[in-house]
């Protein structure tokens, strides 16, 4: 599977926003949310905004190396890659609350607004809501814990078939570039 790489301030600073725009979120709402916004980005632009791969879990979709750091904290524990939100979140339980402002000079004008859209839609939706909506054709379209293509998130989105050609595009490139 062709993915994006991954830019931890870039996907840091997307959950800093929903985290701080909300106050305090639990970690499915956080996953949820940046689901949506990438979704929402990937299917007008034709890249996500977190730049992290997505995989099928049974309550939806998660970004797993944002996930992952966040459990890293939660469990006072270095994430398997470098932890761009140690000192910068706490976790108790399920909710995470900022400790700073995101660094807003990582995110687009594009990626905020798709990032308010997914908060205004999702912020009032429950648990069991919020994991349904995410069952859609992406995440029915990977094997179970694998990952989701980005594709199948920007056609359950409506792209457009010119996005989808960017979409190829530019994951062709990101490909060339690690080889």
Request: charged residues 25%; contains cysteine.
């Amino acid at each position: 599977m062709k993915k994006f790489t991954y830019e931890e301030p870039k996907a840091v600073a997307a959950a800093l926003f929903v985290i701080n725009t909300l106050e305090t979120v639990g970690k499915h709402m956080l996953a949820k949310i940046l689901f949506f916004a990438d979704q929402k980005h990937l299917a007008r632009y034709g890249r996500p905004i977190t730049l992290d791969t997505y995989y099928k879990l049974p309550k939806g979709p998660v970004p797993t190396i944002i996930y992952d750091e966040i459990k890293a904290v939660e469990k006072k524990k270095s994430a398997p890659v470098i932890n761009g939100f140690h000192d910068k979140i706490s976790v108790s339980g399920n909710n995470i609350t900022a400790l700073i402002e995101p660094d807003m000079d990582e995110l687009s004008e594009t990626d905020v607004e798709c990032l308010l859209e997914s908060i205004t839609e999702n912020k009032g939706l429950t648990f069991d809501q919020l994991t349904r909506k995410s069952h859609g054709s992406a995440w029915s379209s990977a094997s179970e814990c694998g990952p989701i293509h980005f594709n199948e998130i920007a056609k359950e989105g409506k792209a457009p078939d010119y996005i989808l050609e960017l979409l190829n595009m530019n994951l062709e490139a990101e490909h060339l570039l690690r080889v």
